[in-house]
């Protein structure tokens, strides 16, 4: 199995603040995704990366900003969390070719925005 | 609106049953995969089907695909109480490295 490592798993914050999720990979794999989770929505994607400082956007990006300084860590940040980002942050690697790669998947990180 | 939707969004029947679910996209693909969310964890996956395949099979999972009709079916023979869970399909969209999710299917085996 693909080694990712969400951090934090959960965390509570306040409207206007900043926050940034991480997720880390052991497998040195090239593609690296972020969705949020949401009842009613499925998995939506918001930003994902195809290289070292290669991003692009997602179905839900507004609000987001991603990094990608290092293969093994992809970094999702709120600028100003708002309280409809209040959701469960997947971050997923691809295995081999990202057209035709299998996701895996970490565990997840829960955010409250009060 | 989603690239993937599927149906149905609930489903529940007894074990031994067959569980069949059905995902409909919107644009060209790739591929389309299948996986799987037990409450609370993160996605597990199922199988992948490649865009110049028509059908698939893992075990007791076997996958179609119709891109004339751009669907997909998942069907889970000899249910068991353990395969309850959501299973969402996921589109790979040609040309790109972009994977959508659909809304998921609940499904639920009664023992």
């Known amino acids: 199995d693909a080694g990712i490592t969400q951090s934090p798993r959960h965390k509570v914050t306040e409207t206007g603040t900043p926050v940034t999720l991480r997720c880390h990979q052991t497998e040195n794999h090239r593609y690296m995704y972020w969705y949020r989770q949401d009842p009613g929505h499925g998995l939506r994607l918001i930003h994902y990366?195809?290289?070292?400082?290669?991003?692009d956007k997602g179905e839900v990006s507004d609000g987001y900003s991603v990094s990608r300084s290092k293969t093994e860590d992809f970094l999702l940040t709120l600028e100003s969390a708002t309280s409809s980002q209040t959701s469960v942050y997947f971050c997923?690697?691809?295995?081999?070719?990202?057209?035709?790669?299998?996701?895996?998947f970490g565990e997840g990180s829960r955010l409250t925005v009060l | 609106s989603q690239q993937g939707e599927e149906d149905p969004q609930a489903l529940s029947i007894q074990e031994g049953e067959n569980a069949t679910m059905n995902c409909s996209y919107k644009t060209s693909i790739n591929n389309l995969q299948w996986y799987r969310q037990n409450s609370g964890r993160g996605l597990v996956h199922l199988i992948l089907?490649?865009?110049?395949?028509r059908e698939k099979h893992s075990g007791r999972l076997r996958v179609t695909l119709d891109t004339s009709k751009k669907s997909s079916s998942l069907l889970i023979t000899a249910s068991r109480a353990a395969d309850t869970a959501s299973y969402f399909c996921a589109t790979g969209l040609a040309g790109t490295y972009k994977y959508i999710f659909g809304t998921g299917t609940r499904l639920k085996v009664l023992a």
């Open positions: 997923a690697i691809s295995e081999g070719e990202g057209r035709t790669g299998e996701l895996f």
């Open positions: 089907i490649r865009s110049n395949e």
């Open positions: 990366s195809y290289g070292v400082k290669d991003t």
